[in-house]
């Protein structure tokens, strides 16, 4: 079955370092892969989103590039800010069904 | 979020009891999914609904655990003779009827469950 597999945290970072959450996945078809945020007490948002091979999904200074060959969607993002301290979930959706499979989350913790 | 409303956000209950959780999707949305965290965890499938059908049930417990969508009012998610195990938050999403190319779902803010 199909399965999302993503670093573990916490991800510890000073502000305007460089973000790298790893994620990769198994899947029997062509997924759409996703990166959904959920900030302390709240759902999750969508934080972007790529739907084919070599797709870059990019918001609010984050990026993901769909990787077929190696199937990985690494998030990432130039320089972090306090307010992006959050948990990240990798997940993907395929077939009729659309529900979504998600990893584990990493927590990421910016400090001022 | 884009105006999916769960309630209620919080929920205690003793075990034995029941819980009902209800969920409102965005307007227009016919697609509700249910979800489960576990503390610590990532979020998984339990059930995906269109109006007055289950489409597919796989990730539900097999007992105590129900789900509907009526063609009026909020889905519903019903839990009997709660258990310590079953403490957790629940998340609903909705998206569009729609073919191809997957639609975003939009998440509501959970109900979080606590069993006593």
């Known amino acids: 079955g199909d399965s999302v597999t993503q670093m573990e945290g916490p991800v510890t970072l000073s502000e305007e370092a460089f973000l790298t959450i790893n994620c990769t996945y198994t899947?029997?078809?062509?997924?759409?892969l996703f990166w959904y945020v959920q900030y302390p007490g709240e759902g999750l948002q969508l934080l972007l989103k790529a739907t084919k091979a070599d797709d870059k999904g990019s918001n609010k200074g984050f990026e993901a590039t769909y990787r077929k060959e190696t199937t990985s969607f690494h998030l990432e993002k130039g320089s972090v800010q306090v307010s992006d301290s959050a948990v990240y979930f990798c997940a993907l959706s395929e077939g009729p069904r659309r529900a979504l499979t998600f990893g584990s989350g990493t927590r990421l913790q910016v400090q001022p | 979020n884009a105006g999916v409303m769960q309630n209620p956000r919080h929920l205690v209950r003793r075990r034995g009891q029941e819980a009902r959780l209800r969920c409102s999707p965005v307007?227009?949305?016919?697609?509700v999914y249910w979800y489960r965290q576990l503390p610590e965890e990532g979020l998984k499938f339990m059930v995906y609904?269109?109006?007055?059908?289950?489409?597919?049930e796989s990730g539900m417990p097999k007992e105590r655990f129900s789900a509907e969508f009526p063609k009026e009012g909020p889905s519903i998610l019903r839990i009997q003779q709660v258990v310590r195990g079953d403490s957790a938050a629940y998340f609903c999403a909705s998206h569009r009827p729609s073919s191809g190319v997957n639609t975003e779902a939009f998440f509501g803010q959970g109900t979080r469950l606590t069993v006593v």
């Open positions: 307007k227009g949305h016919s697609h």
């Open positions: 899947a029997t078809g062509y997924p759409s």
């Open positions: 609904l269109q109006k007055e059908n289950i489409i597919d």
